[in-house]
């Protein structure tokens, strides 16, 4: 088992990348993936049937699935959506759990459109056409794409396997500490990582050599991607309905994240004054502290075209394409390290606490998301109601990022080539489906939905070790679960809908990457929310 342990995790560290990575690096392929997703959006209505609504119309939830859609509408509309969102995580680290929470209240959805009916005179009363351009729709509005609010924290986990110091002593391997990037140096300059004499300097022995220390996280998590839409669609005898959309979105994302190392067996205060230890060496670290703060705020533009056709009266076939995204980002980034540890004088040993941070720094450039193509039908059921279904493809792996600057010699130019190329590798095309149903009765509407948004993460980048057994890897699904219900009520110039939406997804974190052993958080985030739909017709 000694032989085949670090075997096991020399191998696996190949294949071992997380869906979402909170080491230290920004603008790479985590960002690219994070800032293309998206959940299930707009109105209490289109929600409560599951998201499968680009076949349906009347709503302006159709202005971001599939804006063919808003052709449909009969009369100009007013609504708005307020909502109430619960967010829970569960962690699971180093064989101990921790829990979050946090909710908020908002308006994710809201929007007018006015529609005009194309009329003639037949010289005696005006009437619609009947055939060719019946009415056209204009619309604006609001709708919330994603939510990035999550707290992970897990306190009391015991690694005897790797350390935090590992990572910076491998990462600054080679590098003289005069050229460290930036958090190298912090903990080069608070001896969580000490350069060996000779070597000219650039080798480096971590404080926890050997693990068996007692590892503590926190990752705060907030932000929004909104989109703002403009819109405008056409009925052309009431058989075929085109549409289109520009979109403006608006992104915020912000992470806290601390890691706390701390030596609870006092294995390492006996390291002191040996001078037989040899390469590697130890400091007597009693705890050192990470914190590593990021951000990022941007603004990207996207079209979207959709047409419906309805071959009989009771028969809705809907396709809508969304162009790619196009993201001017700027991120800003700090960290700092505390370190506490021994030391001794000629009176004795003393605590000595060391502290070095980074200076804010900030860096633009810019992202591609992926294209969107999504093909829905629906079912009307007379009176009584509809179906209707919805299969959306992603291809992650085609987003792209690129430097601000196209001038190879500006010093913020960067080809992020290797990023590119881990977009690539690491995500794949994913299918979402979506189904979803209403009942009618007079005034009354009842609904419910289900989606399953596919996986973005090829295979391997799915599976991590089982912490207690170097011989077993696991793997997560990670695409997202949802289930919906919904009532509502239409008057003729008054509509009322509410809905609740249950999401569910699972996470790998990794904390840090390390030759000896990579740990992971297997993060399941629960999102429930309460949304209603008041709106007006005129």
Request: a negative charge; glycine letters at 8%.
């Amino acid at each position: 088992m000694k032989l085949i342990r670090p075997i096991l995790l020399s191998a696996f560290l190949f294949v071992c990348l997380s869906t979402v990575s909170v080491s230290v690096l920004g603008q790479n392929q985590n960002d690219a993936l994070r800032h293309s997703l998206y959940t299930i959006t707009g109105s209490a209505r289109s929600m409560g049937m599951g998201g499968a609504y680009s076949a349906v119309g009347a709503d302006l939830s159709s202005a971001t699935l599939n804006p063919a859609g808003l052709a449909v509408y009969r009369s100009s509309t007013f609504a708005m959506s307020p909502a109430y969102i619960l967010i829970g995580n569960k962690a699971e680290f180093l064989d101990t759990v921790g829990t979050g929470r946090d909710s908020y209240f908002g308006i994710p959805s809201w929007g007018v459109a006015f529609t005009t009916l194309k009329e003639y005179d037949n010289g005696r009363t005006r009437e619609e056409v009947r055939n060719g351009l019946k009415s056209f729709t204009f619309a604006f509005g609001h709708n919330q794409l994603e939510n990035y609010t999550r707290n992970v924290t897990v306190q009391g986990g015991f690694n005897d396997l790797s350390s935090l110091s590992d990572m910076f002593a491998e990462q600054a391997e080679g590098i003289f500490y005069e050229q460290l990037p930036d958090k190298e140096y912090n903990a080069w300059a608070t001896f969580v990582i000490d350069n060996v004499s000779g070597g000219g300097g650039s080798r480096y022995f971590p404080a926890v050599t050997a693990g068996n220390t007692q590892q503590d996280i926190q990752l705060q998590e907030e932000g929004r991607r909104n989109e703002w839409f403009i819109s405008l669609a056409g009925n052309f005898s009431d058989q075929l309905y085109i549409g289109g959309t520009i979109g403006i979105q608006r992104l915020q994302y912000s992470h806290n994240f601390t890691f706390i190392e701390s030596d609870i067996n006092n294995l390492y205060e006996f390291y002191e004054n040996n001078e037989n230890s040899g390469f590697p060496l130890e400091i007597p670290t009693i705890r050192f502290d990470y914190n590593d703060n990021f951000s990022t705020r941007g603004t990207g533009i996207n079209g979207k075209i959709g047409l419906i056709y309805r071959p009989i009266d009771q028969v809705r076939v809907g396709l809508a394409v969304n162009t790619p995204t196009i993201f001017s980002l700027t991120d800003e980034f700090s960290s700092s390290m505390t370190h506490l540890f021994l030391d001794s004088d000629s009176l004795g040993s003393f605590e000595r606490e060391e502290f070095s941070s980074s200076e804010p720094a900030r860096f633009q450039y810019l992202l591609t998301t992926p294209y969107k193509l999504t093909l829905g039908a629906m079912v009307l059921l007379g009176k009584k109601g509809m179906v209707s279904a919805d299969v959306e493809m992603t291809d992650y792996s085609s987003a792209k990022l690129a430097s601000a600057s196209s001038d190879i010699n500006d010093p913020n130019y960067y080809t992020f080539a290797p990023e590119n190329q881990g977009i690539k590798d690491q995500y794949q095309t994913a299918i979402n489906a979506r189904l979803g149903g209403e009942f009618r009765q007079d005034i009354f509407r009842i609904r419910a939905g289900a989606a399953l948004l596919g996986n973005s993460i090829v295979a391997n980048r799915r599976e991590y070790l089982d912490f207690f057994d170097l011989e077993t890897i696991h793997s997560i699904d990670g695409g997202r679960r949802i289930l919906t219900l919904g009532a509502g009520i239409r008057q003729p110039n008054f509509y009322l809908d509410v809905s609740f939406i249950n999401q569910m997804q699972k996470d790998i974190l990794n904390p840090y990457f390390s030759d000896k052993y990579t740990p992971s958080v297997i993060s399941t985030r629960t999102t429930n929310t309460i949304i209603s739909t008041i709106g007006f017709t005129f």
